[in-house]
């Protein structure tokens, strides 16, 4: 009898295979209920030695030995004409099948329930709910469009949390340097963190047609990522794998994700793109938890009246950042935004009331330092475009401003500039920042602020219906203050004097927000005593600034008053923009004469920027 056949006949393979099986269910459990308990890692490897030590004396016990029914026998001792092993090897037999069964349960249970931590989502792919219908369509023709939801963080770990973020920051910023895509940003993505909705809900809300969403589980150094590419039209999975790794694999996973989705939305890749979607991201998984700690307190800075306080705690965690990973650009511009706070808070407010935690002038260095910084590392030609943008105007070189406007505003990529809305609506270009800002929108449709510079840019653009109906839209599906005082703003342009009343009721007696507006709307009226009675009151209270008072003294027409204050802004100031920025939201014309505030005009004169600038809404008591 050949080997083969003796080991057949002794249910040698039979074994072998029930074993296997039997081994891999056992770890799969173990796997599973470990991770519930958080054991450490060298558990499970245990388990796995265990296993392989024991397999040889599996295979060793099934050939050396028999089960007969007087019990374990040696193969040699027992009757051939009496042996069992045809019953006890269909035994093995259905074994191993009650084995395959398990593995195929651990399967399912893994693609439909771990590979998907959104118990509505699980309900539709598994057919339950029907598809509904396509309702997005790609928004730019010939690019295709994604959006990366906010990574599931299966377990609660100190920092598991920072970590899926951090995650899924780096494949969107991955799939972002790819021309081909149209991928939302950020802002907009993470606004569904958390929230029960269907794909095509978010998808329809974001106007993409395609969605990326995962989870992650980490146990000590052990790593489970799932991740899956849904088309938004009938929720069909294009793509989706599972990935088990260690922490320290987290930076190859990762990009493989990124390639692998954009390979299945038919993007072709090449070394060079590769490399530019490696280098759009941080590759340190410290630096990415850092990071979004930072990101997480600057947005909770921007609610806040002390904001500069605020920045500054969120830029410790930035510094981690950069001292990780030196010259990351999103790192250093929102380091930044503390010190361009810090300096245009210096321009506007009392110097008695004011006290800088720095020296201004090297804020100013600070800034500007942080921003030439990013420029050189800029990962694509539109981010350094609005880096550079940027960095003129804290520099205060507004020499060839005009043609750095105007390349950025022919772009078609996702950044913008934080200072080109003055720039660009005050002088001159609102026309075309309106139509840029439309394709911002598709970037970041869920940001609130977006919208409410589009809505700004198309009333300075003349265009006061167009500026309602951005507004009104925003509305919808986003709060904010700022839409509201959009809203106003472009009913007082149309002189729908009452409409912009019952809109401002909801203000009254709210901030200071409402009670500078409802001046606003009395000097729109010409209702000089009302609107000067209203200013007494606005005019000392704790918070209000310079950039509040010269804005309502040019409305009430005061121009002596309005040079005044421009002037000793002229002469604090240390940035151009702070001026910029008073005439943009005043939108009632120049605001103050160039007379006054010499330091800027020649910042005119030196960039060939109009002046006076455009008068969006108007102001009857005001006569220049």
Not at 14 to 28: C, F, H, K, M, S
Not at 321 to 331: D, F, I, S, T
Not at 377 to 382: G, K, V
Not at 404 to 421: T, V
Request: with cysteine; proline share 5%.
């Amino acid at each position: 009898m050949s080997l083969f056949e003796e080991l057949k006949r002794r249910n040698v393979i039979r074994v072998a295979i029930a074993y296997v099986l039997l081994g891999w269910a056992v770890l799969q459990g173990a796997d599973f209920m470990l991770d519930l308990v958080g054991a450490p890692e060298w558990v499970i490897r245990v388990f796995a030695i265990a296993g392989l030590v024991g397999f040889p004396f599996a295979i060793f016990f099934a050939w050396a030995f028999e089960m007969t029914p007087e019990g374990v026998k040696r193969e040699e001792d027992v009757d051939r004409t009496q042996s069992i092993t045809p019953r006890t090897g269909r035994r093995l037999d259905r074994l191993i099948i009650l084995f395959l069964g398990i593995a195929v349960a651990f399967l399912l249970v893994d693609r439909f329930i771990d590979r998907d931590p959104v118990p509505a989502e699980s309900v539709a792919y598994q057919g339950v709910e029907e598809p509904k219908p396509n309702t997005t369509e790609e928004p730019v023709p010939g690019r295709r469009s994604v959006a990366v939801l906010p990574f599931v963080a299966m377990t609660r770990g100190a920092d598991d949390e920072y970590f899926a973020d951090g995650l899924t920051e780096e494949i969107l910023n991955s799939l972002a340097q790819l021309p081909e895509l149209l991928v939302t940003a950020r802002t907009s993505a993470f606004k569904f963190k958390g929230l029960d909705q269907s794909v095509q809900e978010i998808a329809e809300q974001l106007g993409v047609g395609h969605v990326v969403e995962g989870s992650i589980r980490r146990s000590g150094d052990r790593l489970r990522v799932t991740a899956q590419l849904i088309r938004a039209s009938d929720a069909f999975h294009v793509w989706s794998e599972n990935y088990d790794s260690t922490s320290q694999d987290t930076i190859a996973v990762q990009e493989d994700i990124a390639e692998k989705i954009a390979s299945a939305l038919d993007v072709v890749l090449d070394d060079q793109r590769r490399e530019a979607m490696r280098r759009a991201g941080l590759r340190d998984v410290e630096a990415y938890i850092a990071l979004q700690k930072g990101f997480e307190r600057f947005d909770e800075a921007h609610a806040e009246r002390n904001q500069v306080e605020s920045l500054l705690n969120a830029n410790q965690y930035f510094e981690q950042v950069l001292e990780r990973v030196p010259g990351y650009p999103p790192a250093l511009i929102d380091h930044a935004d503390a010190y361009t706070h810090m300096l245009d808070l210096a321009a506007w407010a009392d110097p008695e009331e004011f006290e800088s935690p720095y020296n201004l002038d090297e804020a100013l260095v600070q800034a500007v330092s942080d921003y030439s910084l990013a420029a050189e590392n800029a990962r694509n030609f539109d981010e350094r475009a609005a880096i550079e943008f940027d960095l003129a105007m804290l520099n205060g070189d507004l020499r060839g401003v005009k043609r750095r406007l105007e390349n950025y505003l022919q772009l078609d990529g996702c950044e913008h500039p934080s200072w080109i809305d003055p720039l660009a609506s005050v002088f001159g270009y609102a026309d075309q920042l309106t139509d840029r800002l439309d394709v911002i929108l598709r970037c970041d449709p869920m940001a609130p602020v977006m919208a409410f510079s589009h809505s700004r840019a198309a009333q300075w653009a003349g265009d006061p219906e167009r500026a309602l109906e951005i507004a009104m839209k925003a509305r919808e599906t986003l709060s904010h203050p700022w839409l509201d005082v959009a809203v106003i703003n472009a009913h007082l342009a149309m002189g729908r004097y009452e409409t912009a009343a019952s809109e401002l009721s909801l203000w009254r007696g709210v901030d200071l927000q409402g009670q500078f507006l409802e001046i606003v709307l009395a000097a729109v009226q010409g209702e000089r005593d009302r609107a000067e009675k209203l200013y007494q009151d606005f005019r000392d209270a704790p918070g209000t600034v310079d950039f509040d008072r010269l804005q309502i003294q040019a409305m009430l027409g005061d121009r002596d008053t309005a040079n005044e204050i421009a002037a000793r802004v002229d002469q604090r100031a240390k940035l151009p923009m702070s001026l910029m920025l008073a005439t943009l939201w005043c939108q009632c014309g120049a605001p103050f004469d160039l007379e006054a505030t010499p330091n800027f005009a020649a910042k005119l004169q030196e960039g060939d920027l109009p002046w006076p600038p455009p008068t969006p809404i108007q102001f009857p008591l005001k006569d220049w």
